[in-house]
């Protein structure tokens, strides 16, 4: 029982995309989710990709449930999930920013973590299986940027978000 199984948000670059190949290099079950394919990942027997818009955030729930049917819970020493997708835009004044903008940055960055981690642990609540959620956060929650409102408020948010599931989840 020791196969771990991690749902990534953003593994088409960067971040996302780095720490997937350091998993499937050793050995564990990835589970990408981003708009964009990775070349680099594809190449890995036990990667599966899931070509999704984040800020579809009512249609997770049907993603979730298809991840999951590819992994037999049974023979699983870890399940986590990752959110690490974020969108750094719009990278302006708050007065220079639409209200679509907005919507789809805190819809990406904030909402879909969100949903994804009640959806994760509604799926995992009756497994014996070591289970965790990570959300990546940044510098920006913390410390206030000029042109970086929408980001570092959506950070901020999940840094309070994370604390609050913690306390939430610390006796489960």
Known sequence: MNISHFIITGTSRGIGEQLARMLLENGNFV???SRGDSNVLNKYENYIHFNFDLSDVLGIEHLLSKIF?????NNTGLICLINNAAMLEPLKSIDQCNAEE???SLQISLIAPMVLSSCFI???DNVQTRRKIINIS????TFPAPAMSVYSTAKAGINMFTQCVGAEQSKR
């Open 31 to 33: 589970y990408g989710i």
């Open 69 to 73: 049917d590819q992994i037999n819970i």
């Open 102 to 104: 907005i919507n789809k």
């Open 122 to 124: 509604k799926q995992t």
């Open 138 to 141: 940044s510098g920006s929650g």
